[in-house]
């Protein structure tokens, strides 16, 4: 590939959320003015809220640390061409998995043996889950965006269940604490960080996302799903099994999700609570579109995503929080419409000059 | 070879879409429209209210508190920041953010707060904390932990509301039987059975209160269909008037009354309207009360940490009685609550609070 056909690729993939950005800044704007408050003043307070001080900061940190490994289990399926939509009940079953195994383990296990304990059940009991879309998917066709649907209700309501009536601490909807493989705050290390749920599980997901770039780019399976994703026919041909690339970008992906239900369970509570993914499992989706299924992207959108997230609540006293909502629809729409359009502004362009530009 | 490439025309078009976006983005950011909020300033009564999880909008006890700070923003001037969090993770996130500020007084609606303004209150001493029923932890032995100075925590004497309005539901339904719906088995909610079945007992010493609840878990709040239940089996065994301490799964009970033409009570706000004519009063908590009073304690200087309690004679609790009711509830018998009411004011009568 050419320089220059390489710049185009990198252009086709970050205008669009850039545009997506500039629509959202000013639908933001209208938004605000709407509500008869100040723009500049509530921007401000966004702002100020998350990463203006260390708390906040830390709480964006915290938001982009699921949100990164909710967008992986996504990208993950995605570039198999699979749209695995259950990550939220994936998210939901890796948490439960780390917090029993958390309690399992005798109190005083060292952490460096409990916690990648905790963190492989987390990411098995994920990967359990969307196997089983990805097996059904390549031995009889199914849809996989049927099957992890309705796979999200079957396993939620399990879990709902199982915490309700086996496993709460009475007058509660939670586990009792975990007695190993609590993972340490951002704050034990550095004070300024106090009182934000940030934690070192933020490491782990910034190594996942290597990993899935790595794995993805570098390696012959990657290599492998990623064909299958553009074209399964094509690579059926080539020698490439599709049914097993399926299962196993399904294993990764379900794996990918289960390791963001850590953050809460490890890092944050010590306990699994119902309903703790709250959303996080389906913004995944959105984080992976903006950061166009790519790890570093997805990294780098998860974090935009979360500050929405954590700024909603820091100019909640000035407009609804509802706002954030609406914004975070914006840019997701926002990236729809502009990545065909932009590709197709290049497309018309590039043929004449780039394509034949010399190789530099 | 940049330049190559971005000096494609339909290149040239993205950029500038982009930049004409942010140029009137950047625009719009001079605009400051009239009655817009100002900067916050260091002057004056600050208070930040953080809403559970029903946020605004749930007819009960958000609003209710919604409401009291409202009218200390009118009648007190204080300047009152609303939250509404959400899911679980950011209701800690919520309370903190106005403590960060130094806020004068932050208030956390509902028990489910218990635990973060705990926490916080001891983190930030020069912040004022309120927790709207509060659920004061207690030693093994069952004596009441003490709170930090600076949180308050606002309980309200349900026993004294559901006492009147267990006498009512002995004087009007015309059966030696009474029904009791409670939500989730837990204290809370016993004081209300206990209240509600000394009510009945003080005005008719041979009734008998039948009294059920929905489930252990908090789901049991959120059940109609086993409100329902419970309530029609009640009914059909000769009780006339059913009481519900339940959340939403009380919405089964004014159903199942609907359905055997009998009666039931509702309980913290107004609940008429769920099933006009079949609803003999509503048993309701003064949140907005409780928020005002604490907001008045700061601004005369008067706040105190420690339990406040807000009983009928503080106006903290009561029942319904208005054009809507009028007609289900005889003279005779308002003057009998109202003797009742004063009774327990003066401490003639004391209610239990356990069973």
């Known amino acids: 590939m050419s320089r220059g056909m390489q710049r185009e690729a990198v252009l086709a993939a970050v205008l669009p959320p850039l545009v997506a950005l500039a629509v959202a800044l000013v639908v933001g704007d209208l938004l605000i003015l709407a509500f008869g408050q100040a723009p500049a003043t509530v921007f401000g307070m966004l702002l100020q809220g998350t990463w203006g001080n260390a708390y906040g900061f830390g709480q964006v940190l915290y938001k982009a640390t699921t949100l990164t490994c909710t967008g992986l289990a996504f990208a993950m399926a995605g570039r198999a061409g699979l749209f695995n939509v259950g990550a939220e009940s994936q998210l939901a079953l890796g948490g439960l998995a780390a917090a029993l195994v958390g309690l399992a383990l005798p109190a005083g296990t060292p952490p460096l043996a409990a916690v990648p304990v905790c963190v492989a059940a987390a990411m098995g009991a994920g990967a359990a889950a969307g196997g089983v879309a990805g097996w059904l998917r390549a031995r009889f066709g199914a849809s996989e965006v049927i099957v992890t649907i309705m796979l999200n209700f079957i396993t939620l309501a399990a879990l709902n269940w199982l915490v309700a009536t086996r496993l709460h601490v009475p007058e509660s909807l939670h586990t009792p604490e975990i007695r190993a493989g609590a993972v340490a705050r951002l704050s034990d290390t550095w004070p300024a960080f106090h009182g934000s749920a940030a934690n070192f599980m933020l490491i782990g997901a910034l190594a996942l996302a290597v990993a899935a770039w790595w794995f993805l780019f570098r390696t012959r399976g990657g290599y492998e799903l990623r064909a299958v994703g553009l074209q399964p026919d094509a690579a059926e041909f080539g020698g490439i099994r599709a049914g097993r690339v399926w299962i196993l970008a399904m294993l990764l992906s379900g794996a990918c999700a289960g390791l963001g239900g850590t953050n809460y369970v490890l890092g944050y509570k010590h306990y699994y609570e119902d309903g703790f993914a709250a959303g996080a499992g389906f913004l995944g989706i959105a984080v992976a579109l903006v950061g166009r299924n790519h790890p570093f992207g997805i990294v780098i959108s998860a974090l935009l995503f979360a500050t929405l997230s954590q700024g909603g609540l820091a100019v909640n006293a000035l407009v609804p929080k509802q706002i954030v909502d609406i914004l975070q629809a914006v840019v997701i729409i926002s990236v729809a419409v502009a990545v065909p359009e932009v590709r197709q502004l290049l497309r018309n362009a590039v043929p004449a000059r780039a394509r034949s530009a010399t190789p530099a | ?355």
Not at chain 2, 27 to 50: R, S
Not at chain 2, 115 to 133: C, M
Not at chain 2, 148 to 165: C, D, H, I, W, Y
Request: proline residues 4%; aromatic residues 8%.
């Open chain 2, 1 to 355: 070879m940049r330049a190559l490439v971005l000096s494609y025309r339909p290149m040239r078009t993205v950029l500038a879409a982009i930049g004409a976006l942010l140029a009137v983005h950047g625009a719009l950011l001079f605009v400051h429209p009239d009655g817009a909020t100002p900067d916050a300033t260091t002057e004056g009564l600050d208070v930040g209210i953080v809403f559970d999880v029903g946020g605004r909008g749930d007819k009960s006890f958000n609003d209710g508190a919604w409401l009291g700070g409202e009218r200390a923003a009118k009648a007190l001037g204080a300047r009152v920041r609303y939250i509404e969090p959400g899911e679980g993770s950011d209701r800690e996130a919520g309370l903190r953010l106005l403590a960060a500020e130094e806020f004068d007084l932050v208030i956390g609606v509902g028990f489910i707060f218990t635990d973060d303004v705990n926490t916080l209150a001891r983190e930030y001493p020069g912040v004022r904390f309120a927790d709207v029923d509060y659920a004061v932890a207690t030693d093994s032995t069952g004596a009441p932990l003490p709170l930090p100075p600076n949180l308050t925590a606002l309980k309200f004497r349900e026993e004294q509301g559901a006492f009147l309005v267990g006498a009512l539901a002995a004087l009007t339904g015309g059966s030696k039987k009474v029904g009791f719906i409670g939500g989730m088995d837990i204290p809370l909610i016993h004081k209300f059975e206990a209240g509600y079945k000394a009510g009945v007992r003080h005005v008719c010493a041979d009734c008998t209160v039948i009294a059920q609840y929905a489930g252990v878990t908090p789901e049991a709040f959120r059940n109609p269909g086993k409100g329902k239940e419970l309530s029609l089996s009640q009914y059909q065994q000769g009780v006339r008037v059913i009481f519900h301490a339940a959340g939403s799964t009380g919405l089964g009970v004014f159903e199942a009354a609907r359905a055997s033409n009998a009666l039931a009570i509702g309980v913290d706000a107004d609940q008429y309207d769920e099933a006009p004519g079949y609803v003999l009063t509503s048993m309701v908590k003064g949140i907005d009360q409780a928020v005002f009073d604490a907001i008045k304690s700061v601004k005369d200087g008067t706040f105190q940490g420690g339990v406040r309690q807000f009983g009928l004679a503080e106006k903290g609790v009561g029942y319904v009685y208005d054009a809507n009711n009028r007609s289900l509830i005889p003279d005779s018998v308002r003057t009998r609550l109202l003797a009742l009411e004063a009774d327990i004011i003066a401490g003639r009568i004391v209610v239990p609070s356990t069973r």
